[in-house]
Nanobody, 119 residues
Framework: QLQLVESGGGLVQAGGSLRLSCAAS????????MGWYRQAPGKQRELVAT???????NYADSVKGRFTIARDNAKGTIYLQMNSLKPEDTAVYYC?????????????WGQGTQVTVSS
């Protein structure tokens, strides 16, 4: 079983920056893709950014050029550096980790961390 602990959310003014972290513990040597998703009130959860085990990244169009995802495989941790934040970035941010255990493939979600951007 993989455990995820998120940190780094908070309240920031528009134009500011925040850095989210998500630390995995457990079977970290079998982690595959990792990513960040977000869910705003009344909206569906959406992809923000992902990074593969090989380091390839993918971003939602709405955050390209402003957010950067990175992973530290040795620590089993992913980060999301968020710059030039906008009020529409306000949401609960969830980390997502896909991993192998035995012959099965699992998806694990973090508990979520609130990001609020004031105008």
């Amino acid at each position: 079983q993989l455990q995820l602990v998120e940190s780094g959310g908070g309240l920031v003014q528009a134009g500011g920056s925040l850095r989210l972290s998500c630390a995995a513990s457990g079977i970290i040597f079998s982690i595959d893709d990792m990513g960040w998703y977000r869910q705003a009130p009344g909206k569906q959860r959406e992809l923000v950014a992902t990074v593969t085990s090989g380091g390839s990244t993918n971003y939602a169009d709405s955050v390209k050029g402003r957010f950067t995802i990175a992973r530290d495989n040795a620590k089993g941790t992913i980060y999301l550096q968020m710059n030039s934040l906008k009020p529409e970035d306000t949401a609960v941010y969830y980390c997502n980790v896909k991993y192998y255990s035995g012959f099965r493939y699992y998806t694990q979600w973090g508990q979520g961390t609130q990001v609020t951007v004031s105008s």
